[in-house]
């Protein structure tokens, strides 16, 4: 049946439906009070071809929050995307005070208590979502959060922030080159009640550990939301049967990129 539709779509002079895809997950948030940064969303690539007018589930996941220590409340990991059978974990949250941080797509770095920060899915997974959080500085600063392409790095000082974020992995899908999947970088203790950078949208990019905290405004910064990115010959269209997906499709010399930034549900191609 699959080889007759395909020597079909050769005697219409249509190339084959090839899709290329990204799938990064939701970053964790950044820990309160020198907090570790957050872990990136997981960051996976493959090709698939799928069939005329079959519908393949595509989920993108939230970025985690931020924690704030004089509220008590913890920052929280990202959550997994996922575009038919391929998923990406949600990065690990970063640490705050007696919580720890966690794994992830990749890991959450650790609070300045000290500690190690959490694994990234680096090990045993294929392909490599991500990698781990570094450890805290006692007393002065947090871990970063892993990155899709390194290690988070220690805690080092009393800077804020702390430029010890995992890197993350540079594509070009899109026909320009974008980074996806960084670590956030932990937070540092020279200044007073400065909240995380939040990371990018759309992005995976894991939230910085707020400051020296002594208020209840400073916050740990939110983890940046996943994004699908699917590549595809221009002959043909893709739909969102059902609708649930936030998207959108722009064109690169003979193929069209439809970028999904939201929702859960279905795509389908004809």
Same mark, same amino acid.
């Given at each position: 049946?699959?080889?007759?539709?395909?020597?079909?779509?050769?005697?219409?002079?249509?190339?084959?439906?090839?899709?290329?895809?990204?799938?990064?997950?939701?970053?964790?948030?950044?820990?309160?009070?020198?907090?570790?940064?957050?872990?990136?969303?997981?960051?996976?690539?493959?090709?698939?071809?799928?069939?005329?007018?079959?519908?393949?589930?595509?989920?993108?996941?939230?970025?985690?929050?931020?924690?704030?220590?004089?509220?008590?409340?913890?920052?929280?990991?990202?959550?997994?995307?996922?575009?038919?059978?391929?998923?990406?974990?949600? @990065?690990?949250?970063? @640490?705050?005070?007696?919580?720890?941080?966690?794994?992830?797509?990749?890991?959450?770095?650790?609070?300045?208590?000290?500690?190690?920060?959490?694994?990234?899915?680096?090990?045993?997974?294929?392909?490599?979502?991500?990698?781990?959080?570094?450890?805290?500085?006692?007393?002065?600063?947090?871990?970063?959060?892993?990155?899709?392409?390194?290690?988070? #790095?220690? @805690?080092?000082?009393?800077?804020?922030?702390?430029?010890?974020?995992?890197?993350?992995?540079?594509?070009?899908?899109?026909?320009?080159?974008?980074?996806?999947?960084?670590?956030?970088?932990?937070?540092?203790?020279?200044?007073?009640?400065?909240?995380?950078?939040?990371?990018?949208?759309?992005?995976?990019?894991?939230?910085?550990?707020?400051?020296?905290?002594?208020?209840?405004?400073?916050?740990?910064?939110?983890?940046?939301?996943?994004?699908?990115?699917?590549?595809?010959?221009?002959?043909? #269209?893709?739909?969102?049967?059902? @609708?649930?997906?936030?998207?959108?499709?722009?064109?690169?010399?003979?193929?069209?990129?439809?970028?999904?930034?939201?929702? #859960?549900?279905?795509?389908?191609?004809?």
């Amino acid at each position: 049946m699959i080889g007759n539709i395909v020597a079909s779509l050769y005697d219409m002079g249509l190339p084959p439906l090839s899709v290329e895809f990204l799938v990064v997950a939701g970053a964790g948030g950044g820990g309160g009070n020198r907090g570790g940064g957050g872990g990136a969303g997981g960051y996976r690539t493959n090709t698939f071809s799928p069939s005329i007018g079959t519908s393949y589930t595509c989920t993108i996941g939230a970025g985690g929050t931020g924690g704030n220590v004089n509220l008590s409340i913890a920052a929280t990991a990202g959550s997994t995307s996922t575009f038919n059978t391929t998923s990406s974990s949600g @990065g690990g949250l970063g @640490g705050q005070n007696a919580v720890s941080s966690s794994t992830g797509g990749s890991g959450g770095g650790a609070h300045s208590n000290g500690g190690s920060g959490s694994a990234g899915n680096s090990g045993g997974y294929s392909p490599v979502e991500g990698f781990a959080g570094g450890a805290g500085d006692p007393s002065n600063s947090g871990g970063g959060g892993g990155g899709s392409s390194a290690v988070g #790095t220690a @805690g080092s000082g009393t800077t804020h922030p702390q430029s010890n974020a995992g890197a993350g992995t540079a594509n070009s899908i899109t026909g320009s080159s974008v980074t996806y999947a960084v670590g956030g970088n932990g937070g540092g203790s020279n200044v007073n009640d400065v909240s995380g950078i939040a990371g990018t949208a759309n992005r995976g990019n894991g939230g910085g550990g707020a400051s020296n905290q002594n208020t209840n405004a400073c916050n740990g910064g939110n983890g940046g939301s996943g994004v699908v990115i699917l590549k595809y010959p221009s002959a043909y #269209t893709i739909s969102n049967p059902g @609708g649930g997906l936030t998207l959108s499709t722009s064109s690169s010399g003979a193929d069209k990129i439809t970028t999904v930034t939201a929702g #859960t549900g279905n795509v389908s191609w004809a």
